[in-house]
């Protein structure tokens, strides 16, 4: 059935979750495992706590040791199991977009996602970057709970 399971993370606990259950259905299945975080380019003029106080040079240092820690709990939960896995991290100011094209781009036939839940006004401003995959994927979306 799947061959090719596309894992996003962004490092919360709800996604350190979806990996584990993700690698666990990958086992299961016999599938390889891409793994992909987004993180947001560098702006001169942010309110994002990591951007305010850093230099270009240095925000791009830290985004890329916090990529390797989101990154890295994916490795270790392939690794465990047994599992083939590649990791990529990318930069958008839209990480769904970068989830289905990488999912395109890399043949993968389902995106296993966490779901992360907003409500109220705030899901209807902001939205979720789960819910913009489902709008935009091509391929099925397993979302995890």
Not at 2 to 15: A, R, V
Not at 75 to 81: G, L
Not at 86 to 102: D, K, M
Not at 129 to 134: A, I, Q
């Amino acid at each position: 059935m799947f061959k090719h399971i596309l894992i996003p993370t962004d490092g919360s606990e709800l996604s350190n979750i979806a990996i584990v259950n993700g690698v666990k259905f990958a086992k299961e299945i016999n599938a390889k495992i891409t793994g992909l975080t987004v993180t947001t380019p560098f702006h001169v003029f942010a309110v994002e706590a990591l951007q305010v106080g850093d230099t270009a040079e240095r925000y791009s240092t830290d985004v890329a040791a916090l990529a390797a820690r989101n990154l890295n709990v994916l490795k270790e939960a392939a690794a465990k199991a047994g599992v083939e896995c590649e990791l990529v991290h990318r930069s958008s100011e839209h990480p769904y977009e970068e989830i289905v094209t990488l999912a395109q781009e890399r043949g993968c036939d389902v995106i296993f996602q966490a779901s992360h839940g907003r409500r109220g006004v705030r899901a209807l401003i902001v939205g979720s970057e789960t819910n913009k995959v489902l709008t935009h994927s091509k391929i099925p979306v397993l979302v995890y709970r």
